[in-house]
C-alpha cells in the first residue's frame, strides 16, 4: 500500500472509501489496468471521479514521471453503438489532452478524426478512423494516460469485440504509460466471457476491486456530509437506525435518511418491525429494487435461500460470492445474515411474491387487507362491499356462504337483502378476480343457496 497523503477535498462529494482509491492508485503508479466492480449505488462512480482531482492525480505519479493526464468518460453518454461510443471516447480525450503538455500536432490530428467520426456513414469507415486515432495516441509522448470508464457494462456487453481488440492494441503498444479503470456492476468476465475479448479482459485478472458497503467509519462520514447537504434528523438516534439498516450501502443509506427526515418511526418500535415499515416507503422500495436487479442470478437466489431457509439453505459457493461483494455478512452470533435489515425485509416480500406468482386463486391477508387474484394485487379494485364479499368467502373457503349469512356480513342485516343484489355484487367481484368473469372457477354459485370460493388445487 502507497503511503499517499489524501485531503478529504481530494473527494469530489463525500470522504469516503479511502482505502479502495489508495488500491486503484497503487494500480496506477504500477502501470496497471484496474476493474473496479460492485452494485448499484455502492459508490463506485463517486470513487472514480476522485481520481481526476489534482491530489490524487498527483499521488498516481509514477517514479520519475509527470502526473498521469486522466480522462473521465461516463459510458451512459455512448448510446447503443460503435460511432457513438468512438465519438464519445476522442471527444473526452481530447479535451483532457489539450494543455497537457501533448504535441500541438497531435492535438489537431484527433480533432480532425474526431470531426470524421461525427461524419462519416459506415461501420468500416468509423472503425478505420478509430484505429487511426489509435497510433496516433500511440506517439502521444511520455506522459503516462489513465482512462476512466465508468458505467462500462452496456457497453462492453453489446457491442462488437472489434474496439476492445483496439484499446488492448493502444495497451499493447505504450505499455504502462497507458492505464484502463473500468466501473461494472459485475466482474467483465461475467458480462460477456466470449474468445474474442479476452485478451481485453486479460488487463483486469490481477486487479479488480470489489466494492462493498461502507464501514462504520467511512458511513458515519457519509452521514455527516448528508447532514450537510440535506440538514439534520429529527433524532439524534436516528443517525446509528440510517446507519444500522442501510448496512453502510451508501445508496439504501441516502434513501433512508431522506426518508427519517420525514417520517421516523417511534423509538419504542421493535427493529423488525421499524425495517419493515420503512422497507415499503417507494424511495427505499425504489432502491432495493435497482440493487436487485443488478444482481447475478445466482446470487439471487442464494439470497433468497438465506432469507427462506436460513443458514443451512445457503451453499458455500453462493456464501462465498455473496460474502465477497459484503452482501452477507457475519451477524452477532457469527451466523451468516443479510447485511441490511432493510434489504432483507425487501427480499421477504420476493419470496412472498414469487410464491404468489405460482399460486391460482384467490387470496386475502388478514392483517394487512390486501387481496391477490392469481399473481395480482386487486385491493385497490375493490369496494369496501366487494372486499367484504371476498374476505367472507375466504375465510370460509370451499365452504356454502348462504345469501343470509353474505347479507349479514356485507351489510348488517341478516334479512331484507334480495338474492339479486347479492348477485349483483358478486358478479361485479368476478370481473376484477376471475379469468373469465361469464364462466367463473373461483367465486362458484351453488344454486338456491348461496356461493362459495373455489380453491384451485
Not at 414469487?354 to 369496494?383: F, I, M, N
Not at 339479486?420 to 373461483?442: F, N, S
Amino acid at each position: 500500500m502507497f503511503e499517499i497523503d489524501l485531503p478529504l477535498a481530494s473527494f469530489p462529494e463525500a470522504p469516503v472509501r479511502e482505502e479502495d482509491l489508495r488500491y486503484i492508485i497503487g494500480c496506477v503508479r504500477q502501470g496497471q489496468c484496474c476493474a473496479v466492480v460492485g452494485p448499484s449505488n455502492i459508490g463506485k462512480s463517486l470513487l472514480l471521479k476522485s481520481l481526476p482531482m489534482e491530489s490524487v492525480r498527483e499521488g498516481c505519479a509514477q517514479d520519475g514521471a509527470p502526473p498521469p493526464v486522466i480522462v473521465f468518460v461516463d459510458c451512459l453518454e455512448a448510446g447503443d453503438s460503435e460511432q457513438a461510443f468512438y465519438e464519445l471516447l476522442l471527444r473526452r480525450m481530447v479535451d483532457e489532452l489539450e494543455g497537457s503538455g501533448v504535441a500541438a500536432a497531435t492535438i489537431r490530428t484527433l480533432r480532425a478524426i474526431h470531426s470524421e467520426v461525427l461524419r462519416t456513414t459506415t461501420d468500416l469507415s468509423v472503425r478505420s478512423l478509430f484505429a487511426t486515432s489509435m497510433r496516433e495516441l500511440g506517439r502521444w509522448g511520455e506522459t503516462p494516460l489513465v482512462l476512466i470508464l465508468d458505467e462500462f457494462d452496456d457497453v462492453f456487453s453489446t457491442l462488437p469485440p472489434w474496439p476492445f481488440r483496439q484499446l488492448r492494441a493502444l495497451r499493447d503498444a505504450v505499455g504502462a504509460r497507458l492505464s484502463y479503470i473500468t466501473g461494472t456492476s459485475r466482474r467483465l468476465e461475467r458480462l460477456r466471457s466470449d474468445a474474442d475479448t479476452y485478451e481485453f479482459r486479460e488487463l483486469f485478472h490481477l486487479y479488480t476491486l470489489v466494492l462493498r458497503p461502507l464501514s462504520e467509519e467511512d458511513a458515519q462520514r457519509f452521514v455527516a456530509y448528508l447532514t450537510r447537504r440535506q440538514g439534520p434528523l429529527q433524532r439524534d438516534e436516528h443517525v446509528l437506525l440510517a446507519i444500522e439498516f442501510s448496512g453502510g450501502h451508501p445508496g439504501l443509506l441516502e434513501c433512508i435518511y431522506s426518508t427519517l427526515r420525514s417520517i421516523g418511526p417511534d423509538p419504542e418500535t421493535p427493529l423488525e418491525a421499524a425495517a419493515a415499515e420503512l422497507s415499503v416507503q417507494r424511495p427505499i422500495q425504489a432502491e432495493c429494487q435497482r440493487l436487485w436487479d443488478e444482481l447475478e442470478e445466482e446470487e439471487q437466489e442464494g439470497l433468497l435461500a438465506l432469507v427462506g431457509g436460513g443458514e443451512p439453505a445457503l451453499d458455500a459457493d453462493k456464501r462465498g460470492a455473496l460474502q465477497t461483494k459484503g452482501l452477507v455478512v457475519a451477524g452477532d452470533r457469527g451466523s451468516a445474515v443479510v447485511f441490511s435489515p432493510i434489504f432483507e425485509a425487501f427480499l421477504r416480500g420476493e419470496l412472498t411474491r414469487r410464491y404468489l406468482a405460482q399460486t391460482k386463486g384467490v387470496r386475502c391477508d388478514s392483517k394487512t387487507g390486501q387481496v391477490w387474484s392469481d399473481d395480482r394485487e386487486v385491493t385497490l379494485e375493490l369496494s369496501e362491499a366487494q372486499r367484504k364479499l371476498l374476505r367472507f368467502l375466504y375465510q370460509r373457503e370451499g365452504a356454502v356462504c348462504t345469501y343470509n349469512e353474505i347479507a349479514e356480513e356485507v351489510w348488517g342485516v341478516g334479512e331484507g337483502v334480495s338474492p339479486g343484489a347479492i348477485y349483483e355484487l358478486a358478479k361485479r367481484v368476478r370481473q376484477k378476480v376471475e379469468p373469465d368473469w361469464r364462466d367463473p372457477c373461483y367465486v362458484v354459485t351453488v344454486p338456491g343457496e348461496g356461493y362459495r370460493l373455489e380453491v384451485p388445487e
